[in-house]
């Protein structure tokens, strides 16, 4: 194995720990993240490098090469093609991070606020700056509207939160507040969630909010976990 060969291993060993770290909170976001984007570039830069040196060998016809840069451009693509299936669709997304299914009046965090570190996201509503946005990428997005009773819709609501696996953050009934939160596989994100159930005329109204710790988009995981919760409720 060539040394450029090498030097892609060991972006990418470095890539691996990077993640690892930020999902371990070995590492903080501000040194896991830019870590894993540099050595993820190097990869790819090198992959395409290889990719130039494979079509100039074909070119020239020189076949001691082509080996080297075949396996250069393999390395290289391999990683920027399982991160393509993995965030392409959210690439449309517009860039935020807040997403709700009432933007007039948002469900509050009260808890997730608290779990907080300094440097974090606010939990504050942005108003129409990111409304605007939301309606416009996510207008199936709607308020639950159920015939069960408060009790009985904020019971289904905790049901929902365990069976998608978030962790519970508090519950409150007097308020119709659930709070939990999904950590994500690939980083360990932490995306916070707000349930609010009110009773109406015909029984309750059940509405989320999703918002991400960190980072300032969220290539559409918050809008799609809060339909997860809605297909499954």
Do not use: C
């Not at 993995?86 to 007039?104: C, E, K, R």
């Amino acid at each position: 194995m060539n040394k450029t060969s090498k030097i892609q291993i060991i972006a990418i060993v470095v890539a691996v720990v990077a993640m690892l770290g930020l999902k371990l909170g070995v590492l903080p976001f501000s040194l896991a993240f830019p870590g894993f984007a540099l050595a993820l570039l190097i990869v790819v830069a090198l992959g395409l490098f290889g990719l130039l040196a494979l079509l100039w060998g074909l070119i020239k016809s020189n076949a001691s090469s082509r080996g080297t840069a075949t396996k250069m451009m393999i390395i290289g693509l391999l990683p920027l093609a399982v991160i393509a299936v993995m965030v392409g669709p959210g690439l449309s997304a517009p860039p935020i991070h807040d997403i709700t299914t009432d933007i007039n009046d948002p469900p509050e965090f009260v808890a997730a606020t608290a779990a907080r570190a300094e440097g974090e996201n606010s939990t504050a509503y942005e108003g129409e700056t990111i409304a605007a946005q939301q309606r416009a990428a996510f207008p199936e997005l709607k308020s639950i509207q159920t015939s069960l009773g408060q009790q009985a819709a904020f019971d289904r609501s905790l049901e929902v939160v365990n069976d998608l696996g978030w962790t519970l953050l508090e519950k409150d009934l007097v308020d119709g507040r659930i709070e939990a939160y999904e950590e994500t596989a690939m980083f360990g994100f932490i995306d916070d969630v707000v349930i609010r159930v009110r009773g109406s005329e015909n029984g309750s109204v059940v509405d989320l909010r999703s918002n991400s710790r960190v980072g300032q988009g969220d290539l559409g995981a918050n809008a799609a976990r809060i339909q997860r919760f809605i297909d499954a409720f």
